[in-house]
């Protein structure tokens, strides 16, 4: 069914981007779209789209445009979020407080399930729910639950720590906010949240004034 | 000397992460990449970067690659982050107090400068050395001040009323961390930061198990 080429990170990395919108279409009431239609909301190529989607099947009628739904269910599919990955967050501070509260995870296949600090005052309380486990016992638990999916959201300082043992610990997709690039082996995946990128991205068009 | 096509926003979006990509580079202590090295660490092409590079002029000699100092410096300019923005934050919440405490703003032209809740607790207090403001004066605080760039951290059912004060004060650059998609006059940008689609990027890399 779907084509067996290689595919490229930069494509992967346009796929969820894709659902977003669709996401937000779907919102809005419509049923059908089109890839000059995505691609005019995204600021891409309606080429772009096909392209990118033709990895992986054929997902539009010709002529006729793509199904909403369907096209979020198989890109759902492809990215491995219809199921729930349960989530290990790293750093109970004020980020860690509100990555732990975020209501736009579950909906979308995550769900924080084991939250971990190293100060003695916040181990032990709860938060959103959970207990604050010890920093020490991370790559035990993270081993004894299978977990795969981490959030560090500790200073730069303590990130690398953190992500040495989660990987020891078996996880293979690391989300950081901490403003550090990070080490990990091959086949660790990691993603860096970093809002400087987004101011930068709209300074370019604020005038000298 | 740059250039007078217009550029597209998918180029200018690459272009933050390219001078990500290039600190990194900086602090490992490198002086000179290539647009081959730049993307096998991005994932991207050597052609495009070259060709997104190409918009704005001429950095780099025929087989001499990239003085890395230099474009730096560059793409600070072409982003306007060679100098400092002063910074709105509407949310006095755990997010905005990470925000608010973030260090990864003043090196790289942000700095925030003015802070906004609704809360009657919250107003008044102190956070990161500002005084929270009551979110009524959004609109006249803005004005006054002249901001053009603000970061939204209110929960999602308050974000679009934001957004509208902030754009009616003269905001013209949104970065929004509330989960939904707001609407906002031509000329004004937003961007989101949006942790769902990070980890989607990496899921789609973790097999069943």
Not at 64 to 86: A, K, S, T
Not at 104 to 125: C, H, L, M, T
């Amino acid at each position: 069914m779907a084509s067996q080429k290689p595919v490229p990170r930069i494509v992967v990395s346009r796929l969820p981007v894709y659902l977003r919108a669709l996401q937000h279409m779907a919102q809005e009431g419509k049923v059908v779209t089109s890839s000059q239609e995505l691609a005019q909301r995204l600021g891409t190529t309606s080429a772009q789209i096909r392209k990118d989607l033709s990895y992986f099947g054929e997902f539009g009628r010709q002529g006729m445009g793509y199904e909403i739904g369907y096209l979020m269910q198989q890109l759902r599919r492809i990215l491995h979020v219809d199921r729930e990955w349960p989530v290990a967050l790293v750093g109970a501070g004020d980020l860690g407080h509100a990555l732990a509260n975020y209501a736009g995870f579950p909906p979308e296949g995550f769900r924080i399930v084991a939250v971990f600090d190293n100060d003695p005052k916040k181990i032990g309380q709860t938060m959103a729910g959970l207990t604050i486990q010890d920093s020490a016992h991370l790559r035990e638990v993270i081993a004894r639950e299978r977990l795969k999916v981490a959030i560090i959201a500790v200073p730069a300082s303590g990130a690398q720590a953190v992500a040495d043992e989660l990987v020891a610990g078996g996880v293979r997709a690391i989300l950081n906010y901490a403003p550090i690039t990070l080490n990990v082996p091959e086949g660790v995946q990691v993603q860096y949240v970093d809002p400087v990128v987004h101011l930068q991205r709209m300074t370019f068009y604020l005038d000298d004034e």
